[in-house]
């Protein structure tokens, strides 16, 4: 296991985990990608600002580079739930998704989910090529243009209407699961009045589920806050009226299968800032329950170099070096 940090030759560099949470069990993340790619601009993004917006679809990396790391991650072996589509940014500006989503669906039975904020659905090219995919997670923050503009703050020529109407035309067209992901943020989204706004637009989408997610992971703005238990459960009152919603558990890391622990690490963390907790305890995990062993890895982990920590609302959170 090399924790010297040096870089292995091998190590994939647009496959990632598996990571466990509730909503899609033990996915392996597909990065599409280069940092920061992304048509918003959301004050609750984990991968910090967006400093020049991207809005033109195109092939970022050879589609047969990611299949294949697709395919040596699936010959490691270990469970996986999902294999998930993700972008450092908005996933769908990878032009030729459709083309990836079909090739995995040839080579496993596992089934693909993807992720993404649903700026695009508005193009007709972009929503023919999620239809083989089995899940589908957009966000929707918002149920008025205000809020919109505020929360997800897009690059110029997006608006709510064309948020709200490509989503509505999706699930017209779309016979998988659409789970729409809601992220609830104090003081912003969470009053009685934008609640109800927000379910009324989401009566228009009709997901088969809302997930509704909470900013725990460090935030670009200061005024990003985290809403109240009471506020929680009346989003959830309010939101249920429109679809299902699943509650805010946060899921786990799994480390158990990682071949080489320092890359499977790193390709997390350089996705999203990771709690120490977080990763102490998927540690324990595949340590049995050594803490001995966890602390000196962790102290190796971090002694490469390629590793930092924040701290935000008391919590502890790796980053990239």
């Known amino acids: 296991m090399p924790l ?9 560099k647009h496959v990632f985990g598996p990571v466990s949470s509730r909503r899609l069990g033990q996915s392996l993340g597909v990065d599409l990608l280069p940092m920061k790619s992304c048509t918003w601009n959301c004050v609750y993004c984990q991968l910090g600002r967006t400093k020049r917006y991207a809005t033109e679809r195109c092939e970022f990396f ?37 083309h990836l989503i079909e090739s995995v669906k040839k080579m496993t039975d596992v089934p693909v989910a993807v992720i993404t904020n649903g700026s695009l659905f508005h193009l007709a090219e972009v929503r023919c090529e999620l239809m083989q ?14 809020l919109y503009n505020a929360i997800d703050r897009p690059a110029p020529g ?7 109407d490509g989503l509505v035309q999706f699930r017209r067209e779309y016979r998988g699961m659409l789970w729409v992901e809601v992220m609830l943020l104090g003081g912003l989204n969470d009053s009685d009045e934008a609640l109800y706004e927000l379910a009324g637009a989401l009566k228009q989408v009709a997901p088969d589920m809302v997930h509704l997610v909470l900013p725990t992971r460090p935030a670009p703005e200061q005024q ?14 309010i939101l249920s009226t429109a679809a299902p919603v699943m509650h805010p558990v946060k899921g786990s890391m799994d480390l158990g299968s990682a071949s080489d622990l320092l890359e499977a690490v790193m390709a997390i963390v350089s996705r999203h800032p990771v709690q120490e907790r977080e990763l102490s305890s998927a540690l324990l995990a595949r340590f049995s329950g050594d803490q001995a062993e ?28």
Do not use: C
């Open 294 to 321: 966890v602390e000196r890895t962790m102290k190796d982990l971090f002694d490469t170099g390629r590793f930092a920590t924040l701290e935000q609302a008391g919590e502890i959170f790796w980053i990239p070096g």
């Open 4 to 12: 010297d940090g040096k870089k292995d030759p091998a190590a994939l």
């Open 62 to 98: 050879p589609p047969d580079e990611i299949l294949a790391e697709i395919q040596e991650a699936l010959h490691r072996g270990g469970h996986i739930d999902w294999i998930t589509f993700v972008g450092s940014g908005e996933t769908l500006l990878y032009k030729g998704i459709g």
């Open 224 to 237: 990003v806050a985290l809403p109240g238990d009471d506020r929680i459960e009346r989003a959830f009152s």
């Open 158 to 164: 997006f608006s709510f209407r064309q948020h709200l």
């Open 133 to 146: 995919a089995d899940a589908v997670l957009p966000s929707l923050n918002a149920g008025s243009e205000e």
